[in-house]
C-alpha cells in the first residue's frame, strides 16, 4: 500500500469535502429544506459550538477521506475504468455502504427531522464521489 497516496487523498478529499459541505451544500441545502438551520439551533439533539467536542465537525471530512483512501488503495476497485468513472462509483459505493445505512439508523433512533437526515443523506451523495474521484486521481 503506498501510505503518501493514503495520506496526501484523503487530505485533499477531506479538504475538498469540508469547503463543499459548508460553503455550497448547507447553502442549497437550507434552501430545498428551510428549516434546516432553525431544527439545528432548537432541536437540543446537538452539543454547544462551544463545546470542544463540537469541533470535531471540522475534522469529521478528513476522517471519512482517510477511510476512503485507505480503502481505495487496499483494494483498488475498478482498476480497468479512467479515474473520473472509478472515483465517481466508488464514492457511490462507499455511499451506498457507509451512509445510507448509518442515515436510516439515525432516522430511527435520534428525535430528529426526515428532511435533517435526508440534508445529511443527499451532501454525501455528493461529496463522497467527488472525494472518491480525488482519491482515484491521487492514486494513479
Known sequence: MNWKNVIVGGIAAG???LVLGWFVMMPALEMIFPGLSAEYETSGVFRAWDDPLMSYILIHPF???LIMAFVFNAVQPFKKKEF???GIYYGLLFWLL???PGMLM???SFNISVEMVLSWTLEFLIEMPIAGIIIAKLAE
Open 84 to 86: 473520473v468513472e472509478r
Open 63 to 65: 476522517v471519512i477521506a
Open 15 to 17: 479538504f475538498v469535502m
Open 106 to 108: 439515525t432516522l430511527s
Open 98 to 100: 457507509v451512509t445510507v
